[in-house]
């Protein structure tokens, strides 16, 4: 498994707890998601593998900070 993936620390979900989970976008951005509820971030863009970790670290502040979508009913 990647390392970015498991090394970066990431709050429990800000709207019902559960696991977060960090995901690579097929090799341009990376997002970070619930695993019970769906909530998620904005895609963090990268465009080369210099700005990779720095697109992992952004994801997971954005998450870190409670700024998510909720994929429920009115999204």
């Not at 993936?5 to 951005?29: F, R, V």
């Not at 465009?47 to 700024?67: D, H, I, S, V």
Request: charged share 15%; glycine share 12%.
């Amino acid at each position: 498994m990647d390392p970015i993936l498991t090394s970066i620390p990431l709050q429990d979900c800000p709207l019902c707890g559960g696991p977060a989970i960090m995901h690579e976008e097929g090799g341009w951005a990376f997002s970070v998601y619930c695993g019970d509820c769906g909530a998620h971030t904005a895609l963090a863009e990268f465009r080369a593998a210099e700005e990779r970790q720095q697109a992992a670290e952004a994801a997971a502040y954005t998450w870190n900070l409670g700024k998510v979508v909720h994929p429920g009913p009115g999204e």
